[in-house]
């Protein structure tokens, strides 16, 4: 699959929504760079990838819930694959090739969203992390 815009009328598009009880592996990018990868391993990959581009209030560190991004500026590549390892085996796969900045060991988690305006904000904190592009 391309890259897409996860943005639909009156919410997510419509192939985002076609992937409720699927597994599979995602790529987030912004400007051609590839920020982060993740994947659903137990036929979630709908609530798992939206997650990333919902407004999220959380009480204690222990509700993290992943990076939150800004939908209408990034593009989201998918690939459905059967349950379990194929998908985490995939996942670890697309970070070897596309290296996300923040799939880095030493990225900072930062859940407020990474929208066009700080996009080069949130990477150059990553860089001064001492995180090589």
Do not use: C
Not at 21 to 33: C, D, E, F
Not at 52 to 76: C, I
Not at 99 to 117: A, G, H, T, V
């Amino acid at each position: 699959m391309a890259l897409k815009s996860v943005v639909g009328k009156g919410g997510f598009a419509s192939w985002v929504r076609k992937l409720k009880h699927k597994s599979g592996v995602y790529r987030i990018v912004s400007k051609g760079k590839t920020l982060y990868v993740g994947s659903s391993s137990k036929n979630r990959m709908y609530g798992t990838l939206t997650r990333h581009f919902q407004r999220w209030e959380r009480s204690r560190p222990a509700d993290m819930t992943g990076y939150v991004f800004d939908r209408k500026n990034v593009l989201v590549e998918v690939k459905v694959t059967s349950a379990g390892e194929i998908a985490l085996s995939t996942e670890k796969a697309w970070i070897a090739r596309f290296d996300p900045l923040l799939n880095r060991e030493n990225s900072e988690y930062n859940d407020d969203p990474i929208e066009d305006d700080d996009l080069v904000d949130a990477l150059a904190s990553i860089v001064q992390e001492g995180i090589p592009f």
